[in-house]
């Protein structure tokens, strides 16, 4: 595979900067994430956590410092922005699935049309998929036919059957009813388990705590506090850390 194995971290933010016009929305932000680290970032809206996201496949473009993954810098564009990117798979919030495509059409589509995979094998890989997310009996539903958990769960095998080297999440449950929350959840836990390096900006934290290596706090554009779960959630150090913990710990 394309897999390169430099041992270094895989992704690595030095010295980031992004401007949107006069809002300066990341600020020297520096993060280095190992292969199979999980890493899960909270901080209050606005605080820059989707730009971050953003910014590390490239939706967004930055003014100052670097991004690599696997030990390459990410291009402004062309043809190796576009490997690079699919190095990177990611889950909104919102599912975005093809709503004319049945769900193993879904699945199949990037690596029929990116990887130039053959149909036969993109099929028999996106059965596989659909089957480890637990919605295998769906296979040839309409999006609109399923529930919202099923559909992030088929938003998942379909960012996995690209096969990134990590994972991105932004608020991947937040638009979904209680009780399809944890289905989500548990398929992300498992990915973690599996060594998954993952990125995911969420306010589960049973989930960080259960799952993640590491938390990032952001506030203003700044990385500015991450700590290993147990360290951070009993003994935050920010006062901005300690009062965005006690507001969404209280509810
Ligand atoms: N395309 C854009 N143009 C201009 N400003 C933007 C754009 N996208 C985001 N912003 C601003 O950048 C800041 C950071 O936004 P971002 O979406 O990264 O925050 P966030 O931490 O993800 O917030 P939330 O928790 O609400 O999702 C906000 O002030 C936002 O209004
Ligand atoms: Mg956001």
């Known amino acids: 595979m394309t897999s390169q194995q430099t041992g270094g971290p895989l992704v ?6 992004k401007w949107f016009g006069e809002l300066h929305v ?19 809206s606005g605080s ?9 496949n490239r939706l967004e473009s930055i003014e100052k410092g ?47 049309k990116v990887r130039r995979t053959s149909k036969a094998d993109a099929e028999k890989r996106a059965r596989e998929l659909l089957e480890r997310v637990g919605v295998s009996a769906q296979a040839d539903k309409y999006p609109a036919q399923l529930s919202g958990g099923q559909q992030q769960r ?27 929350i944890n289905e989500v959840l548990d ?7 599996e060594g998954m390096t993952m990125i995911v900006v969420t306010h589960e934290m049973g989930f960080a705590r259960r799952a993640a290596n ?5 506030d203003g554009g ?3 506090e991450a700590a290993d779960p147990q360290t951070f959630f009993t003994n935050p150090r920010s006062e901005r850390a300690r009062d965005f913990l006690s507001k969404i710990l209280d509810h």
């Open 187 to 193: 398929v992300m836990t498992s990915l973690a388990r």
């Open 26 to 44: 990341l600020q020297d932000i520096d993060l280095s994430i190992d292969r199979g680290e999980v890493v899960v970032v909270i901080g209050p």
């Open 66 to 112: 670097e991004i690599s993954i696997d030990g390459q810098r990410l291009p402004e564009e062309g043809k190796q922005l576009a490997r690079l990117r699919s190095d990177v798979g990611m889950v909104f919030q919102s599912f975005n699935l093809f709503a004319h495509k049945t769900i193993l059409e879904n699945v199949m589509l990037g690596p029929t």
């Open 222 to 224: 700044r990385i500015v």
């Open 12 to 17: 690595q933010l030095t010295g980031v900067n």
């Open 48 to 56: 820059g956590k989707s730009t971050l996201c953003r910014t590390i």
């Open 154 to 180: 088929v938003a998942i095998a379909r960012a996995l059957a690209m096969d990134p080297k990590v994972m991105l999440f932004d608020e991947p449950t937040s638009a979904l009813d209680p009780e399809m």
């Open 214 to 218: 590491r938390v990032v706090f952001m």
